[in-house]
């Protein structure tokens, strides 16, 4: 009933930009935070950033300075801008929304289904 989709993802070179956005549709009665995690090959799924639905945010120590999360309440949307990417950047980036829906009246954690980031050196 819910699904995200993102976009913005690609190949770009060390020290350049990309934004990332994802869209959640469906049944959706209220989105409470929302966030980006990541996994590169061979390693664990690690917390980027989160945001909440009042604007709070929280980032990994690695990316912070570098990395800035948005949402758009209106349009259930929620952005990664990255600038300075890094080679370390490179990994599959996944968005995850905490949603109530009106059927279940529950709160579950979905996700989109990952998109590749490459930064060339």
């Known amino acids: 009933q819910v699904q995200l989709v993102e976009s913005g993802g690609g190949l770009v070179q060390a020290g350049g930009s990309l934004r990332l956005s994802c869209v959640a549709s469906?049944?959706?009665?209220?989105?409470?935070?929302m966030g980006w995690y990541r996994q590169a090959p061979g390693k664990q799924r690690d917390l980027v950033a989160t945001?909440?639905?009042?604007?709070?945010?929280h980032y990994a120590d690695s990316v912070k300075g570098r990395f800035t999360i948005t949402r758009d309440n209106a349009r259930n949307t929620v952005y990664l801008q990255m600038n300075s990417l890094k080679p370390e950047d490179a990994a599959v980036y996944y968005c995850?929304?905490?949603?109530?829906?009106?059927?279940?009246?529950?709160?579950?954690?979905?996700w989109g289904q990952g998109t590749q980031v490459t930064v060339s050196s």
């Open positions: 469906g049944t959706i009665f209220k989105i409470n935070g």
């Open positions: 995850n929304a905490e949603v109530l829906t009106p059927m279940m009246m529950e709160w579950y954690d979905y």
């Open positions: 945001i909440t639905s009042d604007g709070t945010t």
